[in-house]
């Protein structure tokens, strides 16, 4: 049994981590969030101490390790601009990191890390759970078919990506570019991770649509050509998926064939977990790639005159 403390216990996301924590067999000795809402925490650790102030988590960590109580693994799930600080935590605390998505911000944060990771000897790892999601996997494995039949095989991919939020998503951390990294970062870096991971290194990099609410526009792979659209906004998804009272839309085609992948995503952080535990994981060179397009994505001018825009893109201008 191994001990983890959890940093961002009131997250929307932290209590995938608490199950994979317990699914796993292991234990979760102290977390830490500033919000006390985390009444989730006794369906997982009752006994876990909890902390609103990072002051007294830091002291409280570092007197378990005083007294013989090894904490072998922090738990990331803080907002994205605080991913940096916390895995440094966790490094310079002698534990493992094992962090949400995105890992950092930027490119240049990865290589930080890796000098502290290279000075405690610990590892950071990056939950990118669509590289376990079995139609991924499938996906991965058809398209390395393909490919060794035709070296010079390119897919025409769409990828759409539509979760509905509401006023609060704006009013959180979330809706700060600065905190967040922007709609694109957000929630769409791990589907870039598994762009990357399938259909091999980036070529082309262009953004169509910037705004608050949607962002949107073309990646080129060695192996596929990607029109992209992400949005948090109820009004850009299809009809028939509102008609059926859904608020979220997530489709990949890959020419012209749809890949199902709309199940399977509750157990990924426990997939997650096992894959690091049993000594595998994803650490920061594989998420290297992602956080550069992110990146990219943010910095960039957009490009107005592209022949590749998303189908959707259009419904926004229309809608302005």
């Known amino acids: ?30 977390a830490l969030d500033k919000n006390d809402s985390v009444g989730i925490i006794d369906s997982h650790f009752p006994e876990a101490d909890f902390f609103t102030e990072y ?3 830091d002291r409280h960590v570092d007197l378990l390790k005083r007294s013989g109580t090894k904490i072998d693994y922090v738990s990331i799930a803080s907002p994205n601009y605080l991913h940096d600080s916390h895995i440094r935590f966790a490094l310079r605390n002698n534990a493992h990191a094992i962090c949400e998505k995105p890992l950092v911000l930027n490119p240049h944060n990865i290589d930080a890390l890796k000098l502290v ?49 509401g006023h609060w998503y704006f009013t959180s951390w979330k809706g700060d570019d ?28 262009e953004a169509h649509l910037k705004q ?13 050509k990607v029109r992209w659209f992400l949005s948090v906004n109820y009004e850009y998804i299809p009809e028939e998926v509102k008609t059926a009272g859904q608020r979220t839309y997530r489709s990949i085609t890959v020419d012209g064939n749809e890949i199902e992948f709309s199940g399977g995503f509750t157990d990924l952080h426990t997939k997650s977990y096992q894959h690091i535990l049993e000594g595998g994981g994803f650490g920061l060179e594989e998420a290297r790639k992602s956080i550069e397009i992110v990146s990219n994505i943010r910095n960039q001018d957009i490009v107005t005159n592209s022949s590749d825009v998303h189908p959707f893109v259009k419904k926004v201008l229309n809608n302005q």
């Open 117 to 165: 990771q290279e000075e405690t000897g610990k590892q950071v790892y990056n939950i990118l759970q669509l590289r376990l999601h079995q139609s991924i996997i499938d996906l991965k494995a058809f398209v390395a078919q393909e490919v060794e039949k035709n070296p010079n095989k390119v897919f025409d991919v769409d990828l759409t990506y539509l979760t509905s939020r």
């Open 55 to 57: 002051e007294r988590f």
């Open 212 to 224: 608050e609410d949607v962002n949107a526009g073309y990646l080129e792979f060695k192996h596929a």
């Open 178 to 205: 600065n905190k967040s990294g922007g709609i694109a970062t957000n929630i769409g870096v791990h589907f870039y991770d598994m762009l990357g991971w399938v259909f091999g290194d980036l070529v082309k990099n």
């Open 1 to 30: 049994m191994k001990n983890f403390a959890l940093i961002g216990a009131a997250g929307y996301i932290a209590p995938r981590h608490m199950k994979a924590i317990k699914e796993t067999g292991n234990n979760l000795v102290a």
